[in-house]
């Protein structure tokens, strides 16, 4: 399974951002999908997954902000980001979990100015 990941950039606080994971090769829709972030000199942490059946959970810190939605058709999925506040600036990352296994994306730089 790869794993491109696409849609960071810059944008004001307030702002929001899309990011897509296009999944390609063994890829079930019954797998968990799913977004991570990572700053210079801190753990990568978890922001959001999906289920294969729709079933969402987030980091509190995004929580109402960040919605998280998958295309099993077009095995996609995304992350879209409103009211972008400055700390939600990070290197982010996909991530597909299936059949025991863990598969990353490259990441993708978002940077939020105040």
């Known amino acids: 399974v790869q794993l491109q990941a696409s849609g960071g950039g810059l944008v004001q606080a307030g702002g929001s951002l899309r990011l897509s994971c296009a999944a390609s090769?063994?890829?079930?829709?019954?797998?968990?999908m799913g977004w991570y972030r990572q700053t210079p000199g801190k753990q990568r942490e978890f922001v959001a997954l999906?289920?294969?059946?729709?079933?969402?959970n987030y980091a509190a810190a995004v929580k109402g902000r960040f919605s998280i939605s998958r295309d099993n058709a077009k095995n996609t999925v995304l992350l879209q980001m409103n009211s972008l506040k400055p700390e939600d600036t990070a290197v982010y990352y996909c991530?597909?979990?299936?059949?025991?296994?863990?598969?990353w994306g490259q990441g993708t730089q978002v940077t939020v100015s105040s």
């Open positions: 090769g063994s890829v079930a829709s019954t797998n968990v």
């Open positions: 999906i289920t294969g059946g729709g079933n969402t």
């Open positions: 991530k597909i979990w299936q059949s025991g296994l863990d598969y």
